[in-house]
């Protein structure tokens, strides 16, 4: 149980376009999910906490025009990198809160690599 | 986001030995307090989590030791294995509110054969 998925693994694309991460809790309920960026041999920064019918809460420094974020349903999740820029590089996780938990336990997903050329 | 320290940065132990992994924390309003571990290229994976009102959790070869008046918790890895190589990380969270992780910066665990 508890399993996250990401999709796609892994997209290249071009400046100046925009790239949609999906994340799906496939065995349980999220009304919370989190996404992340991890730069190389780094640790994992916190951009933004996604609430199933409401707005994002963004981290401070980012941009909430530049990360678009969707909570549709209470099993996925959308991370939408408007007009990337090769800055914008950078390996995307998305975690989800077990609602029905007893602790915090957040499960991650396997990650989206993004490389804008 | 409140800190939390974490070392050593990176670790190399020979296989059936112990790993340990310190973290402290500075926000005495965190009250969940999980370890991750991850490998090249893939998501942290939940490895074992605790609360504060027990000073130890065992899973395994796994155990979280937690000591809230110094505000500390380590993890321990009994009888290491070179399968047990890996990134590991700790994190802390506050049980409501957003309830957001905060990370710690991760220790590159490498377990010799």
């Known amino acids: 149980g508890a399993v996250v998925s990401q999709h796609p693994s892994r997209v290249i694309c071009k400046s100046g376009t925009s790239v949609k991460i999906e994340c799906r809790s496939l065995d349980f309920q999220a009304t919370t999910m989190f996404w992340y960026r991890q730069f190389p041999k780094q640790s994992l920064m916190l951009m933004a906490t996604s609430n199933e019918g409401s707005k994002a809460t963004y981290e401070q420094g980012v941009e909430k025009d530049k990360f678009l974020i969707n909570h549709a349903s209470l099993t996925l999740s959308t991370l939408t990198v408007t007009s990337a820029h090769p800055e914008d590089s950078s390996f995307y996780i998305c975690?989800?809160?077990?609602?029905?938990?007893?602790?915090?336990?957040?499960?991650f997903g396997p990650g989206t690599r993004l490389t804008v050329t | 986001q409140q800190q939390v320290k974490q070392s050593p940065q990176s670790l190399i132990v020979q296989k059936g030995g112990i790993s340990i992994i310190n973290c402290a924390y500075e926000?005495?309003?965190?009250?969940?307090f999980p370890w991750y571990q991850q490998f090249p290229g893939k998501g942290p994976a939940l490895l074992i989590a605790i609360r504060p009102d027990v000073s130890e959790k065992k899973e395994g070869r796994f155990t979280i030791s937690f000591n809230k008046s110094a505000k500390q918790f380590s993890l321990h890895i009994m009888d290491s294995q070179p399968g047990d190589s890996a990134t590991y990380f700790c994190a802390a969270s506050k049980n409501t509110g957003r309830r957001a992780l905060t990370f710690g910066s991760g220790t590159r665990l490498q377990v010799q054969p």
């Open positions: 926000n005495t309003a965190f009250d969940y």
């Open positions: 975690s989800a809160r077990d609602q029905m938990g007893q602790g915090n336990e957040q499960y």
